[in-house]
């Protein structure tokens, strides 16, 4: 079987998931890869709160290697039985190399968006590992400190964290980038643009897609 994987990479709340949204539209299978915490979350009875997820990430890959998310991901992308399969979330260059090595083609897309506009689209998401949600009175590291606001404070941790596991290296491999600072309709038919370029193309050079503003 030839297996396509297109992935996303991007700081939380840059718009991977309404990028994937659209993939899904497509027909295409999109495995997130934070949803393989989520499940040993749940298998562990642990309550999903991003303190809690991060842990069990960092601890997952501390026990398993760097790529123990990733390898999961692709079996779960090879029982498919799709020829293009879309994964949400790629955190680290090693994740990124397993694909490489692992699929017969592999693309990293990155998904970039202002700060303000990733913290508005978090609180307003309602999930229960977003930092508009709560923890539950749990401390803010006194690196976030001078923050605007809690929130913002529980996100600056939060990439703090996923910029420990390897994620600028991860961006810096990036075949393309996707801005999203424009509208959501910009970023719709932009998404839309690279996924025919990218379902289609049997090789696809890099390059930098912008929301046109």
């Not at 123990?68 to 799709?82: C, E, F, K, W």
């Not at 690196?143 to 990439?159: F, I, N, T, V």
């Not at 994620?167 to 424009?182: Q, T, Y």
């Amino acid at each position: 079987m030839n297996l396509k994987i297109i992935g996303f990479v991007g700081l939380p709340g840059s718009g991977k998931g309404e990028a994937c949204r659209i993939a899904a539209m497509y027909g295409l299978p999109v495995l997130v890869m934070g949803d393989v915490i989520r499940r040993e979350a749940a298998r562990l009875g642990v309550e999903p709160t991003d303190q809690n997820l991060g842990r069990i990430g960092s601890d997952l890959r501390a026990a398993e290697g760097p790529d123990a998310v990733a390898r999961r991901i692709l079996d779960v992308a090879q029982a498919t039985g799709g020829d293009v399969v879309v994964v949400d979330g790629l955190r680290s260059l090693e994740e990124a190399d397993f694909f490489r090595r692992h699929a017969d083609q592999f693309y990293l897309v990155e998904v970039c968006a202002p700060a303000e506009a990733r913290l508005r689209r978090l609180e307003s998401r309602g999930r229960p590992d977003d930092p508009g949600a709560g923890e539950g009175g749990e401390e803010v590291t006194a690196s976030c400190e001078g923050q605007r606001s809690p929130a913002a404070a529980r996100l600056e941790q939060r990439e703090c964290r996923e910029m420990g596991w390897g994620m600028c290296e991860a961006i810096k491999s990036a075949d393309f980038n996707l801005r999203n600072d424009g509208s959501l309709d910009e970023f719709h038919e932009n998404v839309k643009k690279l996924l025919n370029l990218l379902i289609s193309s049997t090789h696809a050079s890099g390059h930098q897609i912008d929301s046109g503003r």
